[in-house]
């Protein structure tokens, strides 16, 4: 069996103690005291209100004027303090930048500093809801969400930040399964607090020198993982996976008619792209934000088991030829959404060079699969591609917001995209300008995504994100040989499934032995949205459902959360039994 994760850092310390078990906050503080410095331990100890015994006592000092002052838990040496402050009496604007807000503003960060560790704390103790589910307008009457035009004070202020905690969904909780990305990496985080700390721009090198090499570093060490010579090419960090695939499609038009630039859409023929039909709906999206039209998309089949079917892509794009059409744009998926599956890639190049048309690997969810040895065949043929998509916020667990373009041919995005604003991207500065990122980009303004990838592959190794990876398709496989022939489940489509993408029925014993076909499908139908519903209400687990074509609503079950382990798929299978026995 797995570990406990995260709690398992008291396991050890609470074998002398056969009243406490390890995923308990009780055990755990009593590691953490031990184990983290500067009082930080004793300070989650008394946010989680698990008793005076489990709290480290720290004397009180006396201030320069003689009052007394709580010690601020350095664990060095130093004059500093944590005085008492009223936040009830101070606003804003008693903060930095205002004179001598020093003192204030560190005491009211360090208050939401203690409300966040305690969130996090509480995130991954199983004893936790997921989720403290109210509707909508429940919500919106229990707290005054309103803006007013007088500013509230700092107390006030906190008072949200609690709030808003209190009714977010626990996505680091072991036992979230609802969306792709889930997890809390706790150096992704700390790397996400200091690029709000920095607090500045990714287009020149002169405003962001750091973190514009470190995207440059980065980006050569994923092409070169993706298997092109040297790490030749080039990519930037967008706001997620749709914009990288519609920056694919951007790409690929201007490479066939880079008259589209200045010219528009009125200066080609009649352009046409091809993707699965169980590919992301983002590619239609492109085409509509270009110009190209969803019309202009054509779905090709996939097998049954949601993979690219080779020969009809190649007898469609045939067939648009036949009609006037230009085909300029192929984009392959590598993990989709639902099933998990990946497309051929090796058939899908041979037929794009045959054509001449540009090859891109939507692999937003399993481009990740390229980290680890064991599985990384599942994308042989991407090296062959123009473009990939890969968003390290899924199944690399980084804190979102963290998608790659990766694109084979170096200066294309530069040429594709430069509007040479001389205000921002001047010709006559001291450093290689290449370095001067902006002007490939759409946006202008760009977040600092990388410094999250790239401080988290510094603490884990490439080895460390291939366990990672490696554990989430264990487990997934693990889901899939427990239910497969389990009383009451059945599969969507056989075989063990590719990715962590585990789709399945639960029939309840009110369905499982209906004769007639037809009402035994309708039933069926609104199981799973049942189930889901009482899952949010009881807050205990969270987990996606849908249709499929032909399919009624079905359970897709992803995994991605580096902290849920045997014990939490156990869980989740039990779980749908007791919430769906009575349906």
């Given at each position: 069996?797995?570990?406990?994760?995260?709690?398992?850092?008291?396991?050890?310390?609470?074998?002398?103690?056969?009243?406490?078990?390890?995923?308990?906050?009780?055990?755990?503080?009593?590691?953490?005291?031990?184990?983290?410095?500067?009082?930080?331990?004793?300070?989650?100890?008394?946010?989680?209100?698990?008793?005076?015994?489990?709290?480290?006592?720290?004397?009180?000092?006396?201030?320069?004027?003689?009052?007394?002052?709580?010690?601020?838990?350095?664990?060095?040496?130093?004059?500093?303090?944590?005085?008492?402050?009223?936040?009830?009496?101070?606003?804003?604007?008693?903060?930095?930048?205002?004179?001598?807000?020093?003192?204030?503003?560190?005491?009211?960060?360090?208050?939401?500093?203690?409300?966040?560790?305690?969130?996090?704390?509480?995130?991954?103790?199983?004893?936790?809801?997921?989720?403290?589910?109210?509707?909508?307008?429940?919500?919106?009457?229990?707290?005054?969400?309103?803006?007013?035009?007088?500013?509230?004070?700092?107390?006030?202020?906190?008072?949200?930040?609690?709030?808003?905690?209190?009714?977010?969904?626990?996505?680091?909780?072991?036992?979230?399964?609802?969306?792709?990305?889930?997890?809390?990496?706790?150096?992704?985080l700390a790397a996400d607090w200091l690029t709000s700390t920095a607090n500045t721009n990714m287009f020149t090198y002169e405003v962001a020198p750091v973190f514009?090499?470190?995207?440059?570093?980065?980006?050569?060490?994923?092409?070169?993982?993706?298997?092109?010579?040297?790490?030749?090419?080039d990519g930037i960090f967008s706001p997620g996976g749709a914009i990288s695939n519609m920056y694919a499609m951007l790409l690929a038009r201007y490479k066939m008619?880079?008259?589209?630039?200045?010219?528009?859409?009125?200066?080609?023929?009649?352009?046409?792209?091809?993707?699965?039909?169980?590919?992301?709906?983002?590619?239609?999206?492109?085409?509509?934000?270009?110009?190209?039209?969803?019309?202009?998309?054509?779905?090709?089949?996939?097998?049954?088991?949601?993979?690219?079917?080779?020969?009809?892509?190649?007898?469609?794009?045939?067939?648009?030829?036949?009609?006037?059409?230009?085909?300029?744009?192929?984009?392959?998926?590598?993990?989709?959404?639902?099933?998990?599956?990946?497309?051929?890639?090796?058939?899908?190049?041979?037929?794009?060079?045959?054509?001449?048309?540009?090859?891109?690997?939507?692999?937003?969810?399993?481009?990740?699969?390229?980290?680890?040895?064991?599985?990384?065949?599942?994308?042989?043929?991407?090296?062959?591609?123009?473009?990939?998509?890969?968003?390290?916020?899924?199944?690399?667990?980084?804190?979102?917001?963290?998608?790659?373009?990766?694109?084979?041919?170096?200066?294309?995005?530069?040429?594709?995209?430069?509007?040479?604003?001389?205000?921002?991207?001047?010709?006559?500065?001291?450093?290689?300008?290449?370095?001067?990122?902006?002007?490939?980009?759409?946006?202008?303004?760009?977040?600092?995504?990388?410094?999250?990838?790239?401080?988290?592959?510094?603490?884990?190794?490439?080895?460390?994100?291939?366990?990672?990876?490696?554990?989430?398709?264990?487990?997934?496989?693990?889901?899939?040989?427990?239910?497969?022939?389990?009383?009451?489940?059945?599969?969507?489509f056989d075989g063990k499934p590719q990715h962590t993408n585990v789709c399945f029925w639960y029939l309840p014993p009110g369905v499982r032995y209906l004769e007639?076909?037809?009402?035994?499908?309708?039933?069926?139908?609104?199981?799973?949205?049942?189930?889901?519903?009482?899952?949010?209400?009881?807050?205990?687990?969270?987990?996606?459902?849908?249709?499929?074509?032909?399919?009624?609503?079905?359970?897709?079950?992803?995994?991605?959360?580096?902290?849920?382990?045997?014990?939490?798929?156990?869980?989740?299978?039990?779980?749908?039994?007791?919430?769906?026995?009575?349906?």
């Amino acid at each position: 069996m797995a570990s406990h994760g995260f709690w398992f850092l008291g396991a050890e310390n609470a074998s002398g103690n056969g009243s406490q078990s390890p995923n308990t906050p009780r055990a755990w503080c009593q590691a953490a005291a031990q184990k983290f410095s500067g009082g930080i331990g004793s300070k989650l100890c008394a946010l989680l209100n698990v008793g005076e015994a489990e709290k480290t006592a720290q004397a009180p000092v006396k201030a320069e004027d003689g009052s007394t002052a709580e010690s601020c838990g350095c664990n060095k040496p130093c004059n500093c303090s944590k005085a008492t402050v009223c936040f009830s009496d101070l606003y804003a604007t008693d903060l930095l930048p205002a004179l001598n807000g020093d003192a204030k503003t560190m005491n009211f960060l360090q208050e939401v500093v203690d409300i966040m560790l305690a969130y996090i704390v509480e995130s991954f103790d199983r004893s936790t809801k997921v989720i403290d589910f109210h509707y909508p307008n429940e919500l919106l009457q229990r707290n005054n969400w309103e803006l007013s035009d007088e500013p509230e004070t700092l107390d006030d202020i906190l008072i949200s930040c609690r709030a808003t905690l209190k009714y977010a969904i626990k996505t680091a909780h072991p036992r979230y399964f609802n969306q792709l990305s889930t997890g809390l990496d706790m150096v992704g985080l700390a790397a996400d607090w200091l690029t709000s700390t920095a607090n500045t721009n990714m287009f020149t090198y002169e405003v962001a020198p750091v973190f514009v090499l470190l995207e440059y570093v980065t980006l050569k060490k994923m092409r070169e993982i993706i298997g092109w010579q040297d790490g030749h090419g080039d990519g930037i960090f967008s706001p997620g996976g749709a914009i990288s695939n519609m920056y694919a499609m951007l790409l690929a038009r201007y490479k066939m008619f880079p008259e589209v630039k200045e010219k528009g859409m009125s200066s080609v023929p009649r352009l046409v792209a091809f993707t699965s039909e169980h590919s992301h709906f983002s590619i239609k999206k492109g085409a509509a934000a270009l110009g190209i039209g969803t019309e202009s998309v054509i779905c090709i089949k996939a097998d049954e088991r949601g993979k690219m079917i080779p020969s009809d892509l190649e007898r469609r794009i045939v067939e648009a030829k036949q009609k006037g059409y230009v085909p300029f744009f192929v984009s392959a998926t590598a993990g989709t959404t639902v099933y998990g599956a990946f497309d051929p890639l090796m058939a899908i190049a041979d037929i794009c060079k045959k054509h001449d048309i540009w090859m891109h690997v939507d692999g937003a969810w399993g481009g990740s699969l390229l980290m680890s040895r064991k599985h990384r065949w599942k994308l042989n043929g991407v090296e062959r591609a123009n473009s990939m998509t890969w968003n390290p916020h899924k199944m690399m667990a980084v804190p979102l917001q963290c998608s790659a373009l990766l694109v084979r041919e170096e200066g294309l995005m530069q040429s594709c995209n430069q509007m040479q604003a001389c205000y921002l991207f001047q010709q006559d500065k001291q450093y290689d300008l290449s370095y001067d990122t902006g002007d490939k980009a759409l946006q202008c303004g760009r977040h600092v995504d990388i410094f999250k990838l790239w401080l988290m592959w510094r603490a884990k190794g490439t080895i460390g994100f291939e366990a990672q990876i490696d554990k989430c398709l264990e487990l997934s496989e693990y889901l899939y040989n427990k239910i497969k022939d389990r009383e009451g489940y059945e599969m969507v489509f056989d075989g063990k499934p590719q990715h962590t993408n585990v789709c399945f029925w639960y029939l309840p014993p009110g369905v499982r032995y209906l004769e007639d076909k037809v009402e035994k499908m309708k039933r069926l139908h609104k199981v799973a949205p049942v189930i889901k519903a009482r899952m949010m209400e009881y807050g205990t687990t969270m987990v996606s459902y849908q249709p499929q074509g032909d399919k009624v609503n079905f359970f897709r079950m992803v995994i991605s959360n580096p902290a849920a382990t045997f014990e939490d798929i156990d869980f989740l299978i039990e779980e749908i039994e007791r919430l769906g026995q009575d349906l």
